[in-house]
């Protein structure tokens, strides 16, 4: 059977591309539709590599050269960290000094005991254990989600490390409908555009569900743009047969954080129609943004956080991500509320891990799914992920953290400046812009360059599909469409994350020129 590129998904699409076209001397390709970032984080990976060092020297301790010894707890141990570090000096080092003087409760233990845990997570011989979270990596996890996505607001919560922000996508649908709170065929919410995966995974057969769509919209205010959700669309989660509303905030692909008029209008819901109302945010990129205030931050108790570390800390590789959810939260309450039998049910779900299984949190349920319950025993994010969460998390929370914080925010923001300004179009307000992804609808922007004519001829012969086999075939650039991701028809997604920085302006420059070839042939067509 032969499938129709039209009907290929975005991602599908650009796999594709990348088979049919090859790069030539005078026109390397351009990958503009990767998400993946081009910048890592290499002081918390020399730590990394570091500490992983210095254990496997403690693991030799006292055993022969081939069969090494578990770490346990010895009091000496921070010592002779601090001395191997002298002998290994670096960005690197000074990191792990940093730690070795942290207060205490941004550890969650003494530095002394954090040292010694922290050798023998990265040393993998153990199992997880809690199979929620290490406790080497709960607070400084905790105390990172707090700062950079919830506005310091001090909500008392419990985090679960995932394999990465897709995963954790994965647990919470499952676990919401392992709990009864979703059954297939229920109604939710999705606001748009989003992640292309949140629209198609309502769409399998077991899930099934009826899609509510609120769809922002693109205003611009003097000679800036933003996306804003009109009040009309945020009043559909008034509908008590929507029972959970998914949102990405800020948002993929139009990369634009939720306004506080729109997290106002819906906290006003939740306090008064919709206190069941269960939401499910995911946070990936809200270090981009400055002041970003997380959904969670202000709805705690009716809110389920996602959060990876994937693309701020260039780490798509580690799959590393975490689920953070409030101790006192609607998930629980509706699980207790459930009717007789689908109660019945759940309880017998989950009676092999609890002998009360309604005390069994929302979170642990997540985490036991995630293993089929069977294996919770055996749960857990490894303990070597954990080690470099905890490292990505101290490190996002020390100064030198906020300096590279500030680095990778204005390499996005100078690449957005040198497309927008080679295509002319008008710049993100800087306050709710992330400048991680750009969303460019074609056939407005090819209106507002060419014409009425033009346009008229751009959707007589043209579809955004065929225009971006063009870009790929004729100019060697690659772009995602983003309709699936519930942006207009001839929108476009341009990464600003994963070209050099002098490669955006090329980018622009080959949109122009396939567009500039189409305008000859409207006006041939035209005589």
Request: a negative charge.
């Amino acid at each position: 059977m032969t499938i129709s590129i039209d009907a290929l998904s975005p991602f599908e699409l650009s796999l594709y591309l990348e088979k049919q076209i090859q790069s030539a001397p005078d026109a390397p390709i351009l990958n503009a539709g990767r998400g993946n970032p081009n910048w890592t984080a290499p002081v918390p990976r020399e730590a990394f590599f570091l500490l992983g060092q210095f254990a496997v020297q403690e693991t030799r301790k006292s055993s022969s050269a081939l069969v090494g010894k578990q770490i346990k707890a010895a009091p000496e141990r921070m010592g002779r960290l601090q001395t191997f570090l002298t002998t290994h000096p670096g960005p690197g080092a000074d990191f792990l000094n940093w730690i070795c003087q942290a207060d205490q409760q941004l550890l969650g233990m003494t530095p002394a005991a954090w040292v010694s845990a922290a050798c023998d997570a990265v040393i993998g011989d153990n199992y997880p254990a809690p199979v929620r979270c290490l406790s080497v990596c709960e607070q400084p996890l905790k105390a990172y989600m707090i700062r950079e996505l919830f506005d310091d607001r001090q909500v008392p919560l419990d985090v679960f490390p995932v394999e990465g922000g897709t995963a954790g996508i994965c647990y919470l649908f499952d676990t919401l409908m392992h709990t009864g709170l979703l059954a297939a065929g229920d109604r939710i919410a999705l606001l748009l555009p989003t992640f292309a995966p949140y629209l198609e995974i309502p769409k399998l057969p077991h899930y099934a569900f009826d899609v509510v769509r609120i769809k922002a919209q693109r205003v611009t205010t003097g000679d800036r743009a933003s996306y804003v959700y009109p009040q009309a669309e945020i009043e559909k989660l008034r509908d008590p047969k929507v029972k959970a509303a998914f949102v990405v905030n800020p948002s993929n692909p139009t990369a634009n954080a939720m306004g506080l008029e729109n997290i106002s209008q819906i906290e006003a819901i939740v306090n008064t129609d919709r206190p069941d109302l269960m939401i499910l945010t995911d946070d990936v990129y809200g270090t981009f943004v400055p002041h970003f205030l997380s959904l969670f931050a202000a709805l705690p108790h009716n809110t389920a956080c996602l959060y990876s570390f994937s693309k701020y800390f260039g780490a798509t590789g580690w799959r590393v991500g975490a689920i953070a959810l409030a101790k006192d939260n609607v998930f629980d309450e509706l699980i207790d509320q459930l009717p007789k039998a689908v109660k019945a049910k759940v309880s017998a779900r989950y009676q092999s891990i609890a002998s009360e299984s309604t005390t069994v949190s929302f979170i642990d349920r997540i985490v036991a799914d995630s293993r089929d319950i069977a294996l919770n025993h055996a749960a857990g994010l490894s303990t070597v992920q954990q080690v470099m969460i905890a490292l990505f998390s101290l490190y996002g929370l020390m100064d030198e953290g906020q300096a590279y914080k500030d680095e990778v925010v204005a390499t996005c923001r100078a690449r957005e400046q040198q497309l927008f300004s080679t295509l002319g179009l008008t710049r993100p307000a800087p306050a709710r812009d992330t400048a991680y992804y750009c969303d460019i609808d074609l056939l407005a922007w090819g209106t507002q360059r060419y014409g009425a004519v033009f346009a008229r001829y751009l959707k007589q012969h043209w579809t955004t599909t065929r225009l971006l086999v063009a870009l790929a075939q004729q100019q060697h650039l690659m772009l995602l469409k983003t309709s699936p991701f519930g942006s207009d028809t001839w929108s476009v997604r341009v990464s600003l994350a994963n070209l050099p920085t002098h490669d955006y302006a090329e980018v622009g420059k080959r949109i122009i020129a396939l567009f500039d070839h189409l305008q000859m042939a409207c006006e041939t067509e035209a005589k």
